[in-house]
C-alpha cells in the first residue's frame, strides 16, 4: 500500500517538477509586463554562446545572463525589437542567432547542401551512362573467324 501511495504522489508531483526552468533570474525581470514579454521573445531566438545550442532564456550561463540584462535593457530605452536584435547582431556576430538569417554570406550555406545533392545526382548518371555504354561495346558479336575459334578450343 504504501508503494502504491509513493507512486501516485510521484506522478502527481510530475507535472509539477517536469515544468520547463528558465535561468532568467528574478532580479532580471522588468517590471513592465509588455517589455518583459517582448524580452522573453527575443531571448528564445538567441544562442548561449558558452552552451550553444541552447537560448538565453534557459542557460545558467554568466554570459547568458549578460545577454538577457542587455536585450532588457535596449527594449527599457526604446528600441524596436529588430533594433535591440541588430544591435546584439552588430557586437556578438550572427551567430549569436538560433535561426541564421537565409541571405548575404549564409545564402552559401543555405545552396551548398542541395547544390552538392543535384551534383553528386548528376556526377551518378554520368557515371552509370559511361558504364552502360561501356558494357555495351564490350559485348560486341564475334567474327566468323573468331566464332571459328572458339568452337575449336571448346571441342578440343
Do not use: H
Not at 549564409?106 to 545533392?117: D, F, H, K, V
Request: charged content about 25%; proline content about 4%.
Amino acid at each position: 500500500m504504501r508503494l502504491r501511495a509513493l507512486l501516485l504522489a510521484l506522478c502527481l508531483a510530475t507535472p509539477i517538477f517536469g515544468t520547463p526552468v528558465f535561468a532568467v533570474q528574478p532580479d532580471e525581470i522588468l517590471s513592465d509586463p509588455a517589455l518583459e514579454a517582448r524580452a522573453r521573445d527575443l531571448s528564445q531566438g538567441l544562442r548561449c554562446l558558452v552552451c550553444r545550442n541552447e537560448n538565453i532564456d534557459d542557460s545558467n550561463a554568466e554570459l547568458a545572463r549578460d545577454l538577457r540584462l542587455l536585450v532588457r535593457e535596449r527594449l527599457v530605452a526604446g528600441d524596436t525589437d529588430q533594433e535591440a536584435l541588430d544591435f546584439i547582431v552588430a557586437r556578438y556576430g550572427e551567430y549569436v542567432l538560433l535561426n541564421p538569417t537565409s541571405g548575404g554570406a549564409n545564402l552559401i550555406l543555405w545552396i551548398a547542401g542541395p547544390a552538392m545533392l543535384l551534383g553528386g545526382l548528376g556526377l551518378a548518371a554520368v557515371y552509370l551512362r559511361r558504364r552502360r555504354s561501356a558494357s555495351d561495346a564490350g559485348t560486341a558479336k564475334l567474327t566468323p573467324e573468331e566464332q571459328a575459334r572458339l568452337n575449336e578450343i571448346l571441342n578440343d
